[in-house]
C-alpha cells in the first residue's frame, strides 16, 4: 500500500468533491434563475403584463433566497467545530 493511501481518506474526499461539485451546481441554477426572473420581470412590468411581471418577481425571490441560504449555510458548515 502506497503512503498516499494510508494518509489519505479516499472515500470521504470523493464525497466532499461530489458535494462541492452539487453545491456549486445547484447555486448556479438558483442564481441563473434570480437573473432571468429579474429580467423578464423587468421587462413584462415595462410592457404592462402585471401578473406576468408577479409571476417572475417571485420567481427572482426564490432563487435569490436559495442563493443566500446556501451562503449562511456555507458560513455556519465552515464556522462549527466538530
Given at each position: 500500500m502506497?503512503?498516499?493511501?494510508k494518509?489519505?481518506e479516499?472515500?470521504q474526499?470523493?464525497?466532499?468533491?461530489?458535494?462541492?461539485?452539487?453545491a456549486?451546481?445547484?447555486v448556479?441554477i438558483?442564481?441563473?434563475?434570480?437573473?432571468a426572473?429579474?429580467?423578464?420581470?423587468?421587462?413584462?412590468?415595462?410592457n404592462g403584463?402585471?401578473v406576468a411581471a408577479g409571476g417572475?418577481?417571485i420567481?427572482a425571490?426564490?432563487?435569490?433566497?436559495v442563493?443566500?441560504?446556501?451562503?449562511?449555510?456555507g458560513?455556519?458548515?465552515m464556522t462549527t467545530k466538530?
Amino acid at each position: 500500500m502506497s503512503v498516499a493511501g494510508k494518509v489519505v481518506e479516499w472515500h470521504q474526499l470523493f464525497q466532499v468533491v461530489y458535494g462541492s461539485l452539487g453545491a456549486a451546481l445547484g447555486v448556479t441554477i438558483a442564481f441563473s434563475f434570480t437573473v432571468a426572473g429579474l429580467t423578464r420581470f423587468a421587462e413584462a412590468r415595462r410592457n404592462g403584463h402585471g401578473v406576468a411581471a408577479g409571476g417572475w418577481a417571485i420567481l427572482a425571490l426564490i432563487g435569490l433566497a436559495v442563493v443566500a441560504a446556501a451562503i449562511v449555510l456555507g458560513i455556519v458548515v465552515m464556522t462549527t467545530k466538530t
